[in-house]
């Protein structure tokens, strides 16, 4: 006769696994973006810790820390626009608004922080690229004029 674990507990066992997975995902992410998730994995802490009381309660006796992990989602490999945007700004911020071309912002934000090794110099060059051409139509930033027919673009926050 086998020992079959009831609805209850093995639902239980799921959402504790699934639990203690987003924690591991969200620390993971906490290295490579620069936004706060500590609020949340604190909710999460209190909400396997809850999972854990209730196991123990059940007649049939599991200990919660040898329950594998589950992962909802891979860690995310790319930076968010949002991200790219709140960091260039800081830089230009930071440089007194100091006119900078796309290259000096692309080699700050990837030496200073954390960017994932699947992101290819180019794909993002393109990206911060775009981000500050977006910048630019939606008024934050403005593009200086290009002298001489020269390659490089310079750009500084507008008004300042």
């Known amino acids: 006769m086998s020992n079959r674990i009831p609805a209850s507990l093995n639902w239980l066992i799921k959402k504790r696994s699934s639990i203690e997975g987003k924690i591991i995902r969200l620390r993971q992410e906490r290295d490579i973006y620069t936004e706060p998730f500590d609020r949340r994995i604190l909710k999460l802490q209190e909400d396997l810790n809850a999972l854990d009381k209730t196991i123990r309660l059940h007649e049939i006796q599991i200990n919660p820390k040898v329950i594998p992990t589950t992962q909802d989602q891979p860690v995310k490999k790319a930076i968010k ?80």
């Open 81 to 160: 626009n949002r991200t790219i945007k709140q960091l260039i700004l800081r830089y230009f911020e930071k440089n007194d608004n100091k006119a900078l071309s796309t290259k000096d912002v692309l080699d700050h934000i990837s030496s200073n922080y954390a960017i994932s090794d699947d992101i290819t110099y180019p794909k993002f060059y393109k990206s911060i690229r775009n981000s500050l051409y977006a910048m630019c139509t939606q008024g934050v930033l403005e593009c200086l004029p290009v002298k001489n027919n020269a390659a490089k673009r310079y750009y500084r926050l507008k008004g300042k």
